[in-house]
């Protein structure tokens, strides 16, 4: 069992910056690939970024490519999402999640959080 905790949300104007952080306990951290994951008023989940579980291989949704960075500590078992330039469509709830094996494009995760809200205001 994985229990992950995020943290980092808050209101920010539009232009601004924030640092998501995932706190991940339980099992081995480091044997999982990680993801970001964010939920829209009235929308889908979707993709946001993900991690492998070395943190040499990153992958990023073409909205957020070149404005957030994700990163992960395996020490202090904990993932982060910088997040710059941030746009009002960037607005919603971000999940951590965490999926054993490569790293796949997928909402089929093993362990989710339950989620920090992010609001940008114009």
């Known amino acids: 069992q994985v229990e992950l905790v995020e943290s980092g949300g808050g209101l920010v104007q539009a232009g601004g910056s924030l640092r998501l952080s995932c706190a991940a306990s339980?099992?081995?951290?480091?044997?999982?690939?990680i993801y970001w994951f964010r939920q829209a008023p009235g929308k889908e989940r979707e993709f946001v970024a993900a991690?492998?579980?070395?943190?040499?291989?990153?992958h990023y949704a073409d909205s957020v490519k070149g404005r957030f960075t994700i990163s992960r500590d395996n020490a202090k078992n904990t993932l982060y999402l910088q997040m710059n330039s941030l746009k009002p469509e960037d607005t919603g709830v971000y999940y951590c999640?965490?999926?054993?094996?490569?790293?796949?494009?997928?909402?089929?995760?093993?362990?989710w959080g339950k989620g920090t809200l992010v609001t940008v205001s114009s």
């Open positions: 999640a965490a999926r054993s094996g490569m790293v796949v494009v997928t909402t089929d995760m093993n362990y």
């Open positions: 339980g099992r081995a951290f480091s044997n999982y690939g």
């Open positions: 991690i492998s579980r070395s943190g040499e291989g990153t």
